[in-house]
């Protein structure tokens, strides 16, 4: 415990949203609630079973913007063929890509090769154990130093993610918006306050025994938030903390969080160009610095006034519909000939067969393309 080194800032002393303004008696009730509901629903997720840092770290960072049913597999595969830091330190780029295929946001498997280097680099190979080198990885913020440390480690470290938003902005009543500085410094407190009266020992607080008590606190914030307190219609009925829920006493479950007005979602349009030639099609690699950076494509180009139509001949295979951030996304591919195609490669295209371009990583989307073409083979 003391080795920890906390970048977290100190609870203000006078501040009117100080968490010293928050009934003690309230945070004691929820901290022993949570982890007595926790020990009895907590799901059975396969990185809960270990206290491997390694492990716990590459779910968080799989979790970042994917749903748990999503990751499950993408976990399992991935421990079976890199199950250590070293493994993935030395791992070939195109592997960990095509581990990775499909999860999207691309950045996050690159970081954490990088990450995993750094360690064997800086760390001996071992992860390290102290929030401040955590939160130094590439790839790791505020929130994945917290989870990996108080998961792992038992350290009383705070998270606070989207989940962990929706839940305290509801129990506390707060009205403010979370991304506004203030709102969002006096929500960390609150984190803090919680996950230190969690690791303070059971017997102070009437919560069930157990070691591990922060690692279970912060994970029962997180799976309330998952489970019972979403974002719309929270069963608040079955809610073991609703007797502490201001929203919920206040019937203002649908006004919180206040997250402010949402950015306008954008239309955007694109046409994919599928040709082939001898049993090979034209694909290309996407440059370093761009989004999904280094991963394999259709040849494409985004429809504008100036875009040119399509020869006539042009067949369209399927049309693929997806959102990434406020974008909204409806990408057409089209069976096409040579000189459509070749008018949005600049030399870099490469020929391949259907058997090799499964082998390469494409963004789901395109992915999505090669399904389709492989079904009409
Ligand atoms: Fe969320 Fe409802 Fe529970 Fe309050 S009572 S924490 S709004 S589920």
């Given at each position: 415990m003391d080795r920890i080194k906390h970048r977290i800032p100190a609870f203000p002393k006078n501040g009117k949203n100080s968490v010293h303004s928050v009934n003690s008696v309230k945070i004691?009730?929820?901290?022993?609630?949570?982890?007595?509901w926790f020990s009895r629903n907590a799901r059975d997720l396969p990185w809960r079973r270990t206290r491997d840092p390694y492990a716990i770290w590459v779910s968080e960072i799989m979790l970042q913007q994917t749903q748990v049913k999503t990751v499950l597999p993408y976990w399992e595969r991935w421990m079976q063929q890199l199950p250590t830091i070293q493994s993935l330190a030395k791992a070939r780029p195109e592997k960990i890509h095509k581990l990775w295929e499909g999860l999207g946001?691309?950045?996050?498997?690159?970081?954490?090769?990088?990450?995993a280097q750094l360690i064997c680099e800086q760390h001996g190979g071992i992860f390290p154990d102290l929030f401040d080198e955590v939160l130094a990885l590439p790839g790791v913020g505020r929130y994945t130093a917290g989870a990996i440390c108080s998961i792992a480690f038992d350290q009383p470290t705070p998270i606070l993610d989207g989940n962990v938003i929706r839940v305290l902005t509801r129990i506390f009543g707060i009205a403010g918006n979370p991304r506004d500085k203030k709102t969002n410094a006096h929500l960390w407190q609150l984190a803090e306050a919680l996950v230190l009266q969690a690791s303070r020992p059971a017997s102070r607080t009437n919560a069930p025994h157990s070691a591990l008590r922060t690692s279970h606190f912060n994970q029962s914030l997180m799976e309330l938030g998952a489970l019972v307190c979403t974002p719309r219609e929270p069963k608040c009925t079955d809610c073991p903390v609703k007797k502490l829920c201001v929203a919920f006493r206040q019937n203002r479950m649908e006004q919180l969080p206040n997250l402010g007005d949402r950015p306008v979602a954008t239309r955007r349009h694109f046409r994919a160009f599928i040709v082939e030639r001898r049993g090979e099609f034209l694909v290309r690699q996407r440059p370093a610095g761009v989004v999904n950076a280094h991963l394999w494509e259709f040849p494409n180009e985004e429809i504008s006034a100036r875009t040119v139509p399509l020869p006539v001949h042009s067949r369209l295979l399927c049309t693929v519909k997806h959102s990434i951030t406020r974008y909204r996304i409806t990408l057409e591919a089209f069976m096409a000939d040579e000189a459509t195609a070749k008018s949005c490669v600049n030399g870099d295209g490469r020929w391949l067969a259907l058997s090799e371009l499964q082998k390469l990583f494409f963004p789901s989307a395109h992915k999505k393309i090669l399904a389709s073409l492989a079904g009409t083979r």
């Open positions: 004691k009730r929820l901290v022993s609630g949570l982890l007595s946001y691309y950045t996050r498997v690159r970081n954490l090769q990088r990450a």
